[in-house]
């Protein structure tokens, strides 16, 4: 393969010199896959995602097999990966019992999921805002007490498909109040895609004045519209430096049928190379995994950044 040249690094003012990409390919990405993918293959993906440079990657999920089928083998992949060393891989955990599996099995990074609209909590939790957020309080206190590094998930930031618009004030709200419970940072979602730069630094600045720093504060963007990049940008402006991203563009979400791919980490790698801000990920690696793993789900990724460098 021809050594790769491009994209040429050309820096811009005022942003952040290194950013955090935190790896959701393996959990976000892999539960909308309709087909279950078996637990050696996401053992490989993982491992192969950890070898391109990847130091946070979400592994997988201990919610109810009933309601990610695709997940169900959290007891027996998570014991896979112990050989991974120097990488954080925090689980998703949706209420104690949940808890209790991840810590049975030494997980020392768990995440916890919200939502900023009621129809998305009732769709997703099965409950109210308020009320999840009153289940997830044991759940932070009980991790917070062993030192386990919770990160809060905030679904629905700038729009919701059966509520649209979602107000600025509402999302920094349970924003604010997962933050209060304990976490030690915060991950906005836009869920569905239909974030522009200008509501990105709004909602961050709404943020900010109310006391949620933006060290504390990642972005997850899918690109149903193609903005995610673009979103991506205007968020590191601000001083982001956590970026949420999915190899190959996986995923999307269950529960709300508009919500398209993530953010591929290959097209955030190679907007941060050419802008001169480190990562720490080999990009020809990263390609190569989700060339890889587009083979064993039998299609083709998504991300336009993979398409590109596989084919040179």
Not at 160 to 187: F, N, T
Not at 283 to 301: C, F, H, I, K, N
Request: aromatic share 4%.
């Amino acid at each position: 393969m021809t050594p790769r040249t491009l994209p040429m690094t050309v820096p811009a003012q005022d942003l952040p010199p290194r950013v955090r990409i935190h790896e959701v390919g393996a959990r976000d990405g892999l539960q909308n896959e309709k087909a279950v993918v078996p637990t050696e293959v996401k053992a490989e993906f993982i491992h192969r995602l950890a070898a391109s440079g990847l130091t946070s990657i979400e592994a997988t999920s201990f919610v109810h097999p009933k309601w990610v089928p695709q997940l169900a083998d959290a007891e027996d992949l998570f014991p896979r990966l112990a050989d991974i060393e120097g990488v954080a891989l925090p689980v998703l955990v949706p209420n104690e019992r949940g808890l209790d599996r991840a810590l049975a099995l030494g997980a020392r990074r768990i995440a916890v999921f919200g939502s900023a609209t009621e129809t998305f909590a009732a769709r997703n939790l099965n409950r109210t805002v308020d009320e999840s957020l009153a289940m997830f309080e044991p759940v932070v206190a009980r991790a917070k007490a062993d030192k386990v590094h919770v990160r809060g998930y905030l679904s629905m930031c700038f729009g919701d498909p059966w509520e649209g618009p979602v107000p600025v004030h509402q999302v920094v709200r349970v924003a604010k109040a997962l933050m209060d419970l304990g976490c030690d940072e915060l991950s906005l979602g836009d869920t569905i895609g239909v974030a522009t730069p200008g509501h990105v630094q709004d909602l961050l600045s709404e943020l900010n004045e109310e006391g949620v720093r933006t060290d504390a504060i990642g972005v997850h963007f899918h690109d149903t519209y193609g903005q995610a990049l673009s979103n991506t940008l205007a968020a590191l402006q601000h001083g982001v430096t956590t970026v949420d991203a999915s190899a190959g563009g996986l995923g999307g979400c269950p529960y709300a049928k508009s919500a398209t791919g993530n953010l591929a980490t290959e097209d955030l790698v190679w907007m941060l190379e050419g802008l001169g801000i480190e990562t720490g990920v080999d990009l020809d690696a990263l390609t190569a995994t989700s060339v890889w793993l587009a083979e064993q789900l039998g299609r083709p990724s998504p991300s336009r950044t993979v398409r590109a460098l596989s084919v040179r």
